[in-house]
């Protein structure tokens, strides 16, 4: 069994967003015991994980250090961001898994992901990153030629350019690592977004990737059979903050495209889990949308044919009821 693991904020930073580096270390640690544990149950594990917080704050660092030290372009901070969590995951990885005496050591690969360069989001940014401010604050952003949009309760947050992932560059690479036993960390920030020249070479690009959607090509690239995505809620809602609302568990692809059409998953949070976990069943494979305490159940449930619903929500390819969990 291989798994592709995509991990949320809530395994990156704090509950509130918060990315102290002790914040951050903390939650990482917890993810990686969450995943050693799948490791220990023989299952090969490839992991990603967002950025948003990370490269939005490394952003900031820039513009206001720039009279002192040259700006690098967002593409570099995603790139930073990569290395950090990577670092990171790996130094948690390598001691949880000692920890359960597996013969096992983690890798964590700089991955370039290919975009299109005239992906309608270049003009519409919509990928929230950094922190939350109020309106107030958030308008004099606004006003200097920054994107800000209002985020609901917790406030407006700065939005960048998040084009399509069309092609992972660095795929073969990590089913190499992964084909000789490593637990690899890749595609962190949906990966580094690149363009294709017409000579072949690759430019970075001002934009952040979402990470579902570069996990759910990553996932197929590297023919993994379950592709898991950890947030921190147990499954996709319909009606979400109704009193109608209901929890999805399994359901298949042509009935989760209709319930998704008709607006139940918001942008920037739900919807583009929903559509990678879409985009990975479409392929072929099973798609999981659940908690992070829930990831080794999940996979378990995957691996037997169960269609236990309380695992999570399932995307699975073929035609099914949606559940009620
Ligand atoms: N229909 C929905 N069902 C479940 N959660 C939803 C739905 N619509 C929006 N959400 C929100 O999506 C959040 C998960 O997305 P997000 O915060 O972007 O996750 P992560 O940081 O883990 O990638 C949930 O905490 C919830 O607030
Ligand atoms: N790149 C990305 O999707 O990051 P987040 O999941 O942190 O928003």
């Known amino acids: 069994m291989r798994a592709l693991i995509a991990l949320g904020g809530n395994a990156m930073t704090a509950p509130d967003g918060t990315a102290t580096v002790d914040a951050q270390r903390a939650a990482i640690g917890t993810a990686a015991d969450r995943i050693a544990d799948l490791v220990a149950t023989g299952t090969d594990v490839v992991v990603t994980h967002g950025n948003g917080p990370q490269v939005g704050n490394l952003l900031v660092k820039n513009e206001l250090t720039a009279h002192v030290v040259p700006m690098v372009p967002l593409d570099w901070c995603g790139a930073q961001t990569q290395g950090t969590l990577g670092y990171t995951l790996t130094a948690s990885l390598d001691a949880a898994l000692a920890r359960r005496g597996l013969d096992r050591r983690a890798a964590a690969l700089v991955t370039r992901t290919v975009v299109d360069p005239d992906d309608p989001d270049f003009l519409a940014p ?48 990590v089913q190499t690592l992964v084909d000789a036993g490593y637990v690899v960390v890749a595609a962190g920030g949906g990966g580094i977004p690149v363009l294709r020249e017409a000579d072949g070479t690759l430019t970075g690009v001002e934009a952040v990737i979402d990470k579902d959607l570069g996990a759910a090509l990553l996932g197929t690239l590297v023919r993994a059979d379950v592709l898991v995505i ?89 035609p099914s009821t949606a559940g009620v969990a």
């Not at 359901?251 to 990975?280: C, N, T, W, Y």
């Open 126 to 173: 919509s990928k929230p990153v950094g922190r939350f401010l109020p309106e107030a604050e958030a308008q004099r952003f606004v006003a200097e030629g920054q994107n800000w949009q209002d985020r609901g309760e917790r406030g407006w947050r700065r939005v960048v350019p998040s084009p399509q992932p069309r092609e992972i560059v660095d795929a073969p690479a």
């Open 230 to 318: 950890a947030t921190d809620v147990d499954n996709a809602i319909v009606g979400w903050g109704t009193p109608e609302a209901r929890a999805l568990g399994r359901v298949g692809v042509q009935e989760m495209r209709d319930i998704a059409a008709a607006g139940h998953f918001a942008a920037g949070s739900m919807g583009p889990k929903v559509e990678a976990a879409l985009r990975f069943a479409e392929k072929g494979g099973t798609s999981v949308i659940t908690s992070l305490d829930r990831i080794r159940d999940a996979v378990a449930a995957v691996a037997s044919g169960s269609t236990d619903d309380a695992v999570g929500t399932v995307v699975v390819p073929e």
